[in-house]
T-cell receptor, first 120, second 111 residues
Framework: DSGVTQTPKHLITATGQRVTLRCSPR?????VYWYQQSLDQGLQFLIQ???????AKGNILERFSAQQFPDLHSELNLSSLELGDSALYFC???????????????????FGEGSRLTVL | SQQGEEDPQALSIQEGENATMNCSYK?????LQWYRQNSGRGLVHLIL?????REKHSGRLRVTLDTSKKSSSLLITASRAADTASYFC???????????FGQGTILTVHP
């Protein structure tokens, strides 16, 4: 058990709909990362937050948005869903983000078990 | 982009054999990390090697790092069927950036 909790574990919805995926990071971790994994695209980095602030952005579509709340949990919102959005969505957390000035922390990521989204 | 690229893409061995997979990266790093992913599950951290280290061991795992060649290798000794998984490396950089994994190495260990 990594200590990272993701809900829901499975989600089936229709094209055009909107869903929200939730992530509770490991206790004490300030940094949250979102990844999308599909068969044809591999593991894609979407976005990273550190202590409530966006720190790095990857291949996140404009239809997707995320935020990290004061209690450090994070939500990933996916809207106007398309068939191609079907994937496993992983959340990961770390105590500090890699590259933080002073080199604090190891940057080791702890992954949740993912939310499997199926868009029909 | 702080991306590691794993090689080979797939590796198939018999139980008891050693498995070696490689990782190349492009940027300066603080550390390099290896992760394992069982099918459909979240990634699990295996081992971290810092940029000032050349070799590290953890159980049946041995990691080497050559910063001059920007490469690392992961050796799994005496492989077991339970080692069947995808293995990813991650180059922990010195600045924020696209925190991307490579395509991974798919290891299959036959009983």
């Amino acid at each position: 058990d990594s200590g990272v909790t993701q809900t829901p574990k499975h989600l089936i919805t229709a094209t055009g709909q909107r869903v929200t995926l939730r992530c509770s990071p490991r206790s004490g971790d300030l940094s949250v990362y979102w990844y999308q994994q599909s068969l044809d695209q591999g593991l894609q980095f979407l976005i990273q937050y550190y202590n409530g602030e966006e720190r790095a952005k990857g291949n996140i579509l404009e239809r997707f948005s995320a935020q990290q709340f004061p209690d450090l949990h994070s939500e990933l919102n996916l809207s106007s869903l398309e068939l191609g959005d079907s994937a496993l969505y992983f959340c990961a957390s770390s105590e500090y983000p890699p590259g933080l000035a002073g080199g604090q922390g190891t940057g080791e990521l702890f992954f949740g078990e993912g939310s499997r989204l199926t868009v029909l | 982009s702080q991306q590691g690229e794993e090689d080979p893409q797939a590796l198939s061995i018999q139980e008891g054999e050693n498995a070696t997979m490689n990782c190349s990266y492009k940027t300066s790093i603080n550390n390099l990390q290896w992760y394992r992913q069982n099918s459909g599950r979240g990634l699990v951290h295996l081992i971290l090697i810092r940029s000032n280290e050349r070799e590290k061991h953890s159980g049946r795992l041995r990691v080497t790092l050559d910063t001059s060649k920007k490469s690392s290798s992961l050796l799994i000794t005496a492989s077991r069927a339970a080692d069947t998984a995808s293995y990813f490396c991650w180059a922990g950089g010195t600045s924020y950036g696209k925190l991307t994994f490579g395509q991974g190495t798919i290891l299959t260990v036959h009983p």
